[in-house]
């Protein structure tokens, strides 16, 4: 008897090398997971780099106690680093994910050939919703109209049934990254079902409210935790329990850049569901999420913005203005063409 999803595993992971990656025969996959990481997954994918040719190797590590820099004491990042820095292309499947880590920094910075992709906590059920299962072409139309309507929008407001209200001002000099499936080309690729940007800092005023979740260092909310913010910096954290754990996360590493505004994305993978697993919530349909802390090169279009480490928190049913327009009505698509492409991925 086949294993749960066993079939629909085999698809998905045939689909990330030969669809998302476009791997070629001989070319090398490093594929990173820690303690933590779904084996099947793993296992799967390698199985499928093998099968088009390509020369997989599968780096397990133990579980850092943090993400990004924050895991580089409890990793053997020498030696990660020099895999990472002549490899082709590279998947990480790391639950507590490397990221931002330095063997991320260096292998970005010095491999220019590098393809690598976020899949941070993938499980079976998730790459069967997020990627076997999505009709990445209308996907990708979909996204690249919320590109062209925010791109060039001046501002931008946000609203949630939360009591979110924040509003932030547009840098035409940053990229948007329009995540839709692809990571066939040099650089840093997320999931599919996203685009994200980091708004010109000082312009962002409002209240956020993550209603969904918040990684690290919680995962799905008990209730909203309410950042006010002035001039890109979280001035004060309101909410019960989950409040004081996420404040007193911020401020345990000493660096008053954990408390930067590092960029917003909107979610758009039509199978996406909030699980407490970031690289899943920040694409539920209609949900916005918000960085804080380090600041990525994909996202500055140059140099990275250094912190300790990041987190991200999610703002579900999110209503959307850009220049005074609507195009997002409590995570609906109000404007036409938007909701045109929204029904035939099947979010009417």
């Not at 090398?17 to 997971?33: D, N, P």
């Not at 004491?73 to 020498?78: G, S």
Request: charged letters at 25%.
């Amino acid at each position: 008897m086949p294993q749960h999803y066993e079939y629909e595993l085999a698809k998905a992971a045939y689909k990330l090398v030969s669809q998302m990656f476009k791997l070629k025969a001989g070319e090398t996959l490093v594929i990173t997971a820690d303690t933590e990481s779904d084996p099947r997954v793993v296992d799967a994918t390698a199985a499928a780099a093998f099968t088009v040719g390509a020369k997989p190797m599968v780096v397990w590590t133990a579980s850092p106690l943090g993400v990004g820099k924050a895991a580089d004491p409890m990793l053997p990042v020498e030696a990660l680093t020099a895999s990472l820095s002549v490899t082709d292309a590279w998947v990480e499947f790391n639950n507590e994910w490397l990221l931002y880590s330095t063997p991320y920094e260096v292998a970005e910075k010095e491999n220019k050939k590098l393809r690598y992709l976020n899949a941070c906590g993938m499980n079976v059920d998730m790459m069967i919703r997020i990627i076997a299962r999505v009709d990445f072409p209308t996907l990708r139309e979909y996204q690249d109209k919320l590109v062209h309507l925010t791109k060039a929008a001046k501002h931008v407001r946000m609203v949630t049934p939360a009591g979110e209200d924040v509003e932030f001002d547009m840098d035409p000099k940053r990229p948007m990254i329009c995540e839709a499936g692809s990571a066939d080309t040099p650089g840093s690729h997320m999931q599919a079902g996203q685009v994200g940007w980091t708004p010109v800092f000082e312009s962002i005023n409002g209240t956020i409210v993550f209603d969904g979740s918040i990684v690290p260092p919680i995962g799905p909310v008990s209730e909203p935790v309410r950042l006010h913010v002035r001039e890109g910096r979280v001035k004060n954290i309101e909410g019960g329990k989950d409040a004081t754990v996420f404040e007193s996360w911020l401020k345990s590493f000493d660096d008053p850049l954990m408390l930067r505004m590092a960029h917003v994305c909107y979610g758009c993978n039509p199978g996406a569901e909030l699980t407490g697993n970031i690289v899943e919530d920040e694409r539920v349909w209609g949900a916005t999420e918000w960085g804080l802390g380090y600041v990525g090169p994909m996202l500055t279009g140059s140099k990275p913005l250094p912190a300790a480490s990041h987190t991200d928190g999610i703002c579900l049913n999110t209503s959307v203005w850009v220049n005074g327009e609507q195009i997002w009505d409590e995570g609906k698509c109000v404007h036409p063409e938007l909701a045109e492409l929204a029904k035939k991925l099947g979010k009417a």
